[in-house]
């Protein structure tokens, strides 16, 4: 069965260190997109890619970079981690309204990355 | 700034009772979707509405969107245990594959 999975599950680092998150897909997916979730704030958008070699930021995307290289993989890197950015990390997948019948963007979540910056 | 505020932030009601949750949101819309989330969990995509629907039912959930008033209600009947988790509205604006989220609707049901 096709899904969506993300590693590591859990992650504790330090201020300052580069952390990479990472994304895989396997629904063959144009669409990917990364989420943020703290309490009081929902999901908030960090950056997203219609297809390989795109890129865009979103809502909340300081701080962060992502990269597509091929349409299975999305990892976000957080150059230089901050206590700030503690948080429940969500990845998602949806495929482009319009193709091959597809009428609706539903996203397919991943089951999250718990990150603590110290 | 999120386009879907959901209403009540928290709701706790019986095992049996009918579970109402709501969604307001700010422009025009393609669609708007309902998630729910369980704890420790991803989301999980339940329901879809497009903007030129009124009602759309699924299983026991029912969701009814109101355009004039830029609203939109998730109904879940004979609620189980197994529904206590949050519950997420996502707008779909026009012309791109983004969504926006609220920021939820904790539901317990009681045994």
């Known amino acids: 069965d096709a899904e969506i999975t993300q590693s590591p599950r859990h992650k504790i680092t330090e201020t300052g260190r580069q952390v990479t998150l990472a994304c895989h897909q396997t629904?063959?997916?144009?669409?990917m997109f990364w989420y943020r979730q703290d309490l009081g704030h929902g999901l908030r958008l960090i950056h997203y890619?219609?297809?390989?070699?795109?890129?865009n930021k979103g809502e909340v995307s300081d701080g962060y970079s992502v990269s597509r290289s091929n349409t299975e993989d999305l990892p976000l890197t957080l150059e230089s981690a901050a206590s700030s950015q503690t948080s429940v990390y969500f990845c998602?997948?949806?495929?482009?309204?319009?193709?091959?019948?597809?009428?609706?963007?539903?996203?397919?979540f991943g089951p999250g990355t718990r990150l603590t910056v110290l | 700034s999120q386009q879907g505020e959901e209403d009540p932030q928290a709701l706790s009601i019986q095992e049996g009772e009918n579970a109402t949750m709501n969604c307001s949101y700010k422009?025009?819309?393609?669609?708007l979707q309902w998630y729910r989330q369980n704890s420790g969990r991803g989301l999980v995509h339940l329901i879809l509405?497009?903007?030129?629907?009124r009602e759309k039912h699924s299983g026991r959930l029912r969701v009814t969107l109101d355009t004039s008033k830029k609203s939109s209600s998730l109904l879940i009947t004979a609620s189980r245990a197994a529904d206590t988790a949050s519950y997420f509205c996502?707008?779909?604006?026009?012309?791109?594959?983004?969504?926006?989220f609220g920021t939820g609707t904790r539901l317990t049901i009681i045994p």
């Open positions: 998602a997948s949806s495929e482009t309204q319009g193709l091959a019948g597809i009428s609706y963007n539903e996203q397919f």
């Open positions: 629904w063959n997916h144009n669409n």
């Open positions: 890619s219609y297809g390989v070699q795109d890129t």
């Open positions: 422009t025009s819309i393609n669609n």
């Open positions: 509405i497009r903007s030129n629907e």
């Open positions: 996502a707008i779909a604006n026009f012309g791109n594959e983004k969504l926006t």
